[in-house]
């Protein structure tokens, strides 16, 4: 599916997220980097990489990033993206699959995904690898979308994602499925408290989640104690 929509990714990601997709990355790269030695970091489902290029701008001189993604036209597109913005020292990237990462285990200081794990068959193999490969003292940050608490942004949002988004997300790209996938799968999605648990059984500790947007997307953290 991510094959197909690559093309259109971008544009439909910030159309329907009105720009605000930008300042969510944001607030989780300053997490991720947040705290000593964050140089190693490994941006799982990266996309067109907008992540992994907002990573690459505020990582430490010596910092490398690595984005790894299961789409290889999604991939494409992030290469195009990254050779343009003159990052290519900065980036490296992979074709993998998150459930099986090819790193050896504690190669990184942090791991990302942003609105990459709702996309997992596995969760929990998911999550588990991601503890896998951070060093102990290392960081987890994802992003995702979800359902606001509040039931009347909650109505108004449940308006928009089930009619305007298929539409428009229909209209641009040719492929109204995919952007009927996309509420449903957020619909899917645990519920924060669970997600969270889910963290901690994965060995994950100073588990948190944070409402961004009136929750419409979520920040989870975890850390591997040392
Ligand atoms: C919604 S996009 C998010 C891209 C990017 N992180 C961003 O912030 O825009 C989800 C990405 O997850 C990737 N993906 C889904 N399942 C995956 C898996 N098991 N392993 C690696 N990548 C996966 C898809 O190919 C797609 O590029």
Known sequence: MFNDIAGDYDL????????????WRRKAVK??????DRRLILDLATGTGDFAIALARKCPADGMITGL????????????????????????LI???CENLPFETGSFDAATVAFGVRNFENLEKGISEMFRVL?????????????PDNRFIKAVYGFYFHKILPFI??????????YRYLPASVERFPRPNRFCGIMRDCGFSEVRAKALTFGICRMFVGEKSE
């Open 169 to 178: 997300g229909g209209l641009v790209s040719g492929d109204k499925a995919a």
């Open 31 to 36: 997490e991720a980097l947040a705290g000593p």
């Open 69 to 92: 993604d299961i789409s290889s036209e999604m991939l494409a597109g992030c290469k195009a993206k990254i050779e343009k913005k003159k990052l290519t020292g900065k980036i490296s």
């Open 12 to 23: 439909l990601n910030h159309i329907l997220s009105a720009g605000i997709d930008r300042s």
């Open 135 to 147: 060093r102990p003292g290392g960081k987890a940050v994802i992003l995702e979308l979800s359902t």
């Open 95 to 97: 074709q993998g699959d």
